[in-house]
């Protein structure tokens, strides 16, 4: 079995990044901010207010509304393993960090000894519609990694999600 296609695991939207990205990574690194665990990771919500201050998460909501946002952080020399989301379909994620050393990767299917894969190569401050259900791992091999991810009041399937976001023209094809 091959690796998967990049169009299956994740597509980056077109939309430039406003406010939210510096408000994140004052977040990220607030003494005051409080962490949660949630789902392996450390997590701490971002306020629903947002939406309506970045068109690009306006434009996503009106396709999909949003059910909440949170920074994920993934400590230093930390592995996340190969695994499909049980609790969302498809989300929205941006990298916040951008002085690390972490890869995510996707393969088509886990369980034998070696699998072709494929990684996001994430450009940090740029959202990316990522596919849930394709089996990924993340690799953090420096510093803290933060994430801003986000969830849908209903669960969207990444094929939906990527068909409706092409025909809005919010995303940029993957070469």
């Known amino acids: 079995m091959g690796a998967p296609r990049v169009e ?8 430039a990044v406003g406010g939210v990205l510096e408000h994140c990574r004052d977040v990220a690194v607030s003494s005051a901010t409080v962490w949660q665990r949630h789902y392996g990771f450390l997590a701490t919500r971002i306020g629903q207010e947002w939406v309506e201050r970045e068109p690009a998460l306006q434009a996503v909501d009106r396709l999909c509304p949003i059910a909440q946002m949170g920074i994920l952080q ?5 592995v996340y393993q190969w695994h499909r989301d049980q609790h969302r ?3 929205i994620n941006m990298l916040l960090s951008v ?4 890869h995510t990767m996707f393969v088509e299917e886990v369980g034998t000894q070696s699998m072709q894969c494929i990684e996001l190569s994430y450009e940090p401050g740029r959202f990316y519609l990522f596919n849930n259900q394709m089996p990924h791992s993340v690799v953090n091999l420096s510093g803290n990694r933060y994430l801003l991810s ?3 009041d209903k669960p969207f399937t990444y094929g939906q999600l990527r068909k409706q976001a092409f025909a ?3 995303v940029v094809p993957v070469a």
């Open 8 to 15: 299956d695991c994740y597509t980056p939207l077109g939309y």
């Open 74 to 78: 993934m400590p230093d020399h930390s």
């Open 89 to 91: 379909q498809a989300c």
């Open 99 to 102: 002085e690390h050393n972490s």
């Open 150 to 152: 986000l969830e849908f």
């Open 168 to 170: 809005a023209g919010l």
